[in-house]
T-cell receptor, first 118, second 111 residues
Framework: GAVVSQHPSWVICKSGTSVKIECRSLDFQATTMFWYRQFPKQSLMLMATSNEGSKATYEQGVEKDKFLINHASLTLSTLTVTSAHPEDSSFYIC??????????????FGEGSRLTVL | QKEVEQNSGPLSVPEGAIASLNCTYSDRGSQSFFWYRQYSGKSPELIMFIYSNGDKEDGRFTAQLNKASQYVSLLIRDSQPSDSATYLCAVNWEAGTALIFGKGTTLSVSS
């Protein structure tokens, strides 16, 4: 149980294009999902908190107009990197809590999406 | 600024030895503490979590928490080469919020 799935796993795009990454909770409903970014040899940095039916909350330094987050249903959140540039190349990982597992605080992670911008 | 600090390593231990990983955090009000393991190119997977002061054991893994010292550790007994990975310490400051991660400690277990 508590499976989070991301798609695509790998994406290569040209500079200036937009890329959409999907995050789905497969066997539970998630009113909140968290998007992280990880650069090589670095830790997971929280980008934003995605809230179902409302606007996402972005961390300081994360451009909300560049990283568009949509959480239209209880099982799907999407992250769109707009006008991507090489410096946006990173490993993007979504996560969520399963409310059915009690208030443990544990986050379940998607497989991650490796973005390479040429 | 809430921070989670870890020694980046690498920490090298021989097969069968005990590996000790350490983590400190900045906010005394922190509620819960997590250890995740991350293999290269993969997303993190939970090893265990701990809420209360003291030790918590799960198989070869033991988490230790000392809230007064704002310190949490992970011991891996009988280390195996398959334990070679990056170990991430994460802290939950407030219920419902995201986990804040340390930079991770790279563990290398040699056979």
């Amino acid at each position: 149980g508590a499976v989070v799935s991301q798609h695509p796993s790998w994406v290569i795009c040209k500079s200036g294009t937009s890329v959409k990454i999907e995050c789905r909770s497969l066997d539970f409903q998630a009113t909140t999902m968290f998007w992280y970014r990880q650069f090589p040899k670095q830790s997971l940095m929280l980008m934003a908190t995605s809230n179902e039916g409302s606007k996402a909350t972005y961390e300081q330094g994360v451009e909300k107009d560049k990283f568009l987050i949509n959480h239209a249903s209880l099982t799907l959140s999407t992250l769109t990197v707009t006008s991507a540039h090489p410096e946006d190349s990173s490993f993007y990982i979504c996560s969520a809590r399963d409310p059915g597992r009690g208030n443990t605080g544990e986050l379940f992670f998607g497989e991650g999406s490796r973005l390479t911008v040429l | 600024q809430k921070e989670v600090e870890q020694n980046s390593g690498p920490l090298s231990v021989p097969e069968g030895a005990i590996a000790s990983l350490n983590c400190t955090y900045s906010d005394r009000g922190s509620q819960s503490f997590f250890w995740y393991r991350q293999y290269s190119g993969k997303s993190p997977e939970l090893i265990m979590f701990i809420y209360s002061n003291g030790d918590k054991e799960d198989g070869r893994f033991t988490a230790q928490l000392n809230k007064a010292s704002q310190y949490v550790s992970l011991l891996i007994r009988d280390s195996q080469p398959s334990d070679s990975a990056t170990y991430l310490c994460a802290v939950n400051w407030e219920a419902g919020t995201a986990l804040i991660f340390g930079k991770g400690t790279t563990l290398s277990v040699s056979s």
